[in-house]
């Protein structure tokens, strides 16, 4: 049996001062909902922060990026020890918006994974294909490469550590949400590229998010899929109820 996991990643939104207001809003209106491990992923600059603000709840806390090198001369970037010690348990790799601005390949990613496991830290991988690979009816073939090349290499306890967010690149900050069933086919197709990758153990067990515009109104449906273990939460992260009404959607 899946926990569902909901992320909140913050990207680049919120000073401390704002950060702290939304965790104190997340904080008050989140029971007991340990049916659902929930992560929030502020900028680095509020790690600290918001890391001690939900000591002693049962919010985990999640970076949204690391470099793959453990030290050196890397100016402007932060190694996984860094952000564990601010209490990080999760970390965001390969989102579209790094892939995308910054380049990140999937040879890139996979290094990241593999030093953030090596660090104790749980990746949480996004894979996703762009509008042109769907009309072209290529996002089988862009997933399950970025899955492949994402995680090439990981044993197979690693990879059951690791949580997977699948994210439509179309979808993200646009408003348009894959369907349910749309969603549920991807999600269906990369536990079949992990199977042929590890065992039918590992496919079954791994964790696969959905992002993508995910809003209160659509996520209890879009979690309910079979294939389907919570969100991985952008703009409608930026809000205490609207984000608390999203984990609600997969209890
Ligand atoms: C995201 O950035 O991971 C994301 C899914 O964003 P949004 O929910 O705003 O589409």
């Known amino acids: 049996m899946r926990k569902p996991i909901v992320a909140g990643n913050w990207k680049m939104n919120k000073t401390v001062a704002d950060a702290l207001k939304l965790v104190d809003g997340i ?12 992560v929030l992923c502020p900028p680095f600059t509020a790690l600290a922060a918001v890391g001690e603000a939900i000591k002693g709840t049962k919010i985990d ?65 996004c894979v996703g294909e762009l509008l042109a690979d769907r009309e072209g009816g290529k996002t089988e073939a862009v997933v399950g490469t970025q899955v492949r090349g994402s995680l090439a290499g990981l044993s197979a306890n690693d990879m059951l550590k690791t949580v997977i967010a699948y994210e ?39 964790r696969i998010q959905y992002g993508g515009s995910v809003k209160a ?8 899929q079979p294939d389907i273990d919570g969100g991985l939460i952008g703009g409608a992260a930026l809000e205490a109820q609207s984000f608390i009404d999203i984990v609600r959607g997969a209890l």
């Open 27 to 38: 904080k008050q209106q989140l029971k007991d909902e340990s049916k659902v491990d929930v």
């Open 61 to 125: 806390l999640g970076a949204q990026n690391m470099h793959a090198e453990k030290s050196g001369a890397f100016t402007g970037e932060v190694a996984a020890d860094m952000i564990r010690e601010l209490g990080c348990h999760y970390v965001i790799l390969g989102h579209s918006e790094r892939r995308q601005y910054f380049k990140e390949s999937d040879e890139i990613v996979n290094k990241k994974a593999k030093a953030a496991l090596a660090a104790g830290l749980i990746p949480i991988v």
């Open 168 to 206: 439509p690149v179309w979808a993200i900050g646009t408003g348009k949400t894959a369907s349910p069933a749309q969603a549920q086919e991807v999600h269906a197709f990369i536990r079949k590229v992990l199977k042929e990758m590890f065992d039918e153990t590992v496919a079954q067990s791994v």
């Open 217 to 224: 109104s659509n996520a209890k449906e879009l979690f309910g």
